[in-house]
């Protein structure tokens, strides 16, 4: 085995580079790839949690209207208790989207690369 890593220390200083330029971008690639899907997450979650919340606010401003004001001097009733209704449906259609987000293991093609690049070390290594 250890002639192997002298082999592979000899090679020509470029190839090493690039094959490790290689595992840069790929790791590059896929931490910005999780990063975005984490933003994504983190925003849907805000977005639910602040529609919820302005809407259970609102609900109960219209739960007092109701019970405060006359109906007949409303001119228009069905908008009391729809807006609030309307937040909350929102808040909780962005809450099932954003758990539906799937964040993946960190650097699973990295890993398979590593993976693969160790069973190739081993088949030389046979030879």
């Known amino acids: 085995m250890s002639s ?17 330029q ?5 790791a590059a690639q896929e931490l910005a790839d999780h990063v975005r ?3 994504c997450f983190w925003l849907l979650g805000a977005l639910s949690a602040v529609c ?6 609102l609900g109960g401003v219209a739960a007092l209207l ?3 004001l006359p109906r007949a001097g409303m001119p228009q009733p069905w ?3 729809t807006l609030p209704f309307g937040l909350c449906l929102l ?16 650097f699973p093609k ?11 070390l081993k088949q030389v290594a046979k030879t």
């Open 79 to 81: 908008v009391l208790p």
């Open 110 to 120: 990295l890993r398979h690369q590593v993976q693969l690049d160790i069973l190739t």
């Open 66 to 68: 109701w019970s405060a």
């Open 22 to 26: 290689g595992y840069a971008d790929l």
């Open 52 to 57: 919820l919340l302005l809407g259970l606010a």
């Open 37 to 39: 899907r984490l933003k």
């Open 91 to 106: 808040g909780v259609a962005l809450g099932a989207w954003a758990c539906r987000l799937r964040t993946n293991a960190l």
């Open 4 to 20: 192997l890593w002298l082999k592979i220390f000899l090679l020509p200083p470029g190839l090493l580079k690039n094959h490790l």
